[in-house]
């Protein structure tokens, strides 16, 4: 018990002994890149990005000091952004942060303006003031929303789910990219369908208006009207809240094509709800490799092939292969590589003993991809 006692007291002598109060820190004094009065025009892409560099601080308990870079609607002005650079003395800031930065500066969107910055240093609580004269920067915000949906859903008249927001479709987002999403559906002519962030009634609501992704009840152009197709037919729908834009596209023909046999390219069925089926086909023989082709809008031509995510599948899927490497990428990149690049390859095992398959295309949310299934039935 007495030895119990002792442990604790040295334990909390021990925690005790690692409490210090931080030293001071010089401020950063030299600003080093971008120049001043460096113009940007800020990108939607998630890999634009513009370096800052500043010359070090210094500490007095001889630890590497802390920075941020921080950001001024005027020179003279209070900080009204702040971005970690951590204990490194420079820092790549994303073009879409910048554009936040440039918006608490007062930097309407899809304007021109400009605003300051420099970089204060800290170590602990203990921070340096600015004393590097701001620099300034000019950016041409993004024309997006500020604040992009984690999600978003399809719903309205015109989509085969109605108008029962629980029952919505949700877009895929784009892992690549976000803030884009895109969704497939069947939509009536002349009915509405519009877009919710959530399936709760009371959250960000969006449609379509000249081309141009809007907010029901935003101060900017505000929406007026639910979006609106002018024929029955098959629909892919992609916006980008980075920019606002909107693409609405009639899918008018989806077919599965092989390598050595695209001339002979066999349509699908759609079944519903982002869903093509096509039932019982019999293979040729032959090449192994194979894909689907979209055509658009009315199109007599293919626009899009729809295949995998990998320029060549060297090697053929087995019956434990995950779903995953069945992903369907929308390529418009359809004719350059003689049709074979971007395939998918049967499961040579199977496909061996049974040239007639069946496949399903789902374009819808079942994943977190689109992807297709192939069944081997005879």
């Known amino acids: 018990m007495l030895m119990t006692a002792g442990l604790v007291v040295w334990g909390a ?49 001889g630890q590497l000091p802390h920075y941020e870079v921080v950001f001024l609607a005027r020179p003279d002005g209070e900080i009204v952004y702040r971005c970690d650079a951590g204990s490194a003395t420079s820092l790549a800031i994303a073009h879409k942060e910048l554009n936040l ?23 602990g609580v203990t921070t340096a003031p600015v004393v590097a004269t ?12 500020d604040i992009i949906p984690a999600t978003l859903y399809l719903t309205g008249a ?14 895929q987002e784009e892992s690549a990219e976000p803030g884009i999403f895109t969704v497939i559906m069947r939509l009536e002519a002349g009915k509405s369908y519009s877009m919710y962030e959530t399936t709760d009634a ?31 037919g098959i629909y892919r729908i992609r916006v980008d809240f980075n920019t606002r834009s909107a693409n609405v596209e009639e899918v008018t023909r989806l077919a599965f094509y092989q390598r050595d046999d695209v001339g002979n390219a066999a349509a699908l069925t759609y079944r519903g709800l982002g869903v093509w ?56 990149d359809i004719t350059s590589d003689g049709w074979w690049g971007y395939t998918f390859k049967w499961i040579d095992a199977e496909w061996a003993e049974k040239k007639v398959v069946t496949i399903e295309v789902h374009m819808d949310h079942t994943q977190n991809y689109y992807y297709h299934t192939v069944t081997y039935v005879k």
């Not at 109605?162 to 029952?167: A, R, T, V, Y």
Request: hydrophobic letters at 35%; charged letters at 20%; a negative charge.
């Open 13 to 61: 002598s021990c925690t005790n002994d690692l409490e210090y109060e931080p030293g001071g820190v010089t401020p950063v004094r030299t600003l080093l890149q971008p120049a001043d009065g460096s113009y940007v025009e800020l990108l939607s892409a998630a890999t634009a990005t513009m370096r800052f560099e500043w010359s070090p601080a210094q500490a007095e308990d």
């Open 101 to 123: 930065a440039a918006k608490a500066a007062g930097i309407a969107n899809g304007e021109s303006g400009d605003l300051y910055w420099s970089v204060v240093s800290s170590r």
């Open 134 to 145: 701001p620099r300034s920067l000019s950016v041409k915000r993004l024309f997006g929303f």
């Open 158 to 171: 015109a989509t085969e789910v109605g108008e029962d927001l629980s029952q919505a479709m949700q877009f």
């Open 202 to 232: 009371s959250s960000r609501h969006f449609t379509i208006e000249e081309g141009e992704l809007r907010e029901f009840g935003a101060d900017v152009k505000p929406a007026t009207t639910p979006a609106t197709v002018e024929r029955t």
């Open 277 to 332: 089926v096509l039932e019982q086909y019999t293979t040729s023989d032959g090449d192994n490799r194979y894909g689907f082709l979209a055509d658009l809008s009315g199109t007599t031509t293919y626009q899009e092939k729809w295949s995998s995510v990998n320029y060549n599948n060297s090697n053929a899927p087995t019956s434990s292969t995950s779903l995953d490497w069945w992903t369907i990428y929308m390529n418009k």
